[in-house]
């Protein structure tokens, strides 16, 4: 309990070094402590170590889903997507209410520019796991990528509100707010909305466009420190 707590605060060594003590006192441990000691790992990128698990559980037994979800960090870790993906999806076939197997999964085929898949991932994951923000999250991004940047806006609202601790959605709207074009796309939305028009406006539309900038600044540092 320790380790998900810390890490849910961002304090990834500090849950690395729960984790590790708890696991050298049982090294049998259940899956509640290796998922937040694996989840430090690749936080930490214990590539080592990491591999060195995951040949241990997989040893131990072969048909256990977690033990495929280790060897996926390693593979994330050691920035071998395909084969993470490969992994992921082995780990969710054996154990299908695996959350953060789907949220790794779903990563991993974004890196590898699959959208699709990726957010079937991570919606697996949400309704897996209703109260977590890492699967929004992932949406979030994934869209952002594609060019809806309104939709993962609110994906990350809805992130925040589900774990205000997780410094993760705060970041990432952070980074929206700063997105190139953030406040063009702002005023030809409100534009469209009112059936207003872009065209000649001169100084007026570059006054506002200036004031929208600040504002998003302004927005982005107020996420970036909450």
């Known amino acids: 309990a320790r380790a998900s707590t810390l ?36 936080a930490l990128a214990k590539k080592s170590e990491l591999f060195l698990l995951a040949h241990r559980l997989i040893a131990a037994d072969p048909g256990d889903g977690l033990a495929w979800h280790a060897a996926g960090c390693y593979y994330s870790v050691a920035a071998s997507p395909a084969a993470a993906r490969r992994h992921f999806a082995r780990a969710v076939a054996l154990a299908p209410g695996l959350a953060p197997a789907w949220v790794a999964l779903g990563h991993a085929s974004a890196s590898l520019d699959e959208s699709d898949a990726a957010l079937a991932a991570y919606r697996s994951a949400s309704r897996l796991f209703p109260g977590c923000a890492a699967p929004l999250v992932g949406m979030a991004c994934e869209h952002a990528r594609t060019g809806s940047a309104r939709l993962a806006e609110a994906l990350l609202a809805q992130a925040h509100a589900a774990a205000p601790g997780d410094p993760a959605p705060c970041h990432e709207l952070a980074a929206l707010c700063l997105r190139p074009g953030a406040a063009e796309e702002e005023e030809e939305e409100e534009a469209e909305a009112g059936g207003g028009s872009m065209e000649n406006e001169g100084g007026g539309r570059s006054a506002s466009l200036a004031a929208r900038r600040a504002a998003r600044a302004a927005e982005a540092e107020a996420w970036a420190r909450a």
């Not at 961002?10 to 590790?20: P, T």
């Not at 049998?28 to 694996?38: T, V």
Request: proline fraction near 8%.
């Open 7 to 42: 890490l849910a605060r961002g304090d990834a060594a500090g849950a690395h070094a729960a984790s590790a003590a708890a696991l050298a006192r049982d090294p049998a441990a259940p899956a509640s402590l290796l998922l937040p000691h694996l989840a430090a790992c690749v």
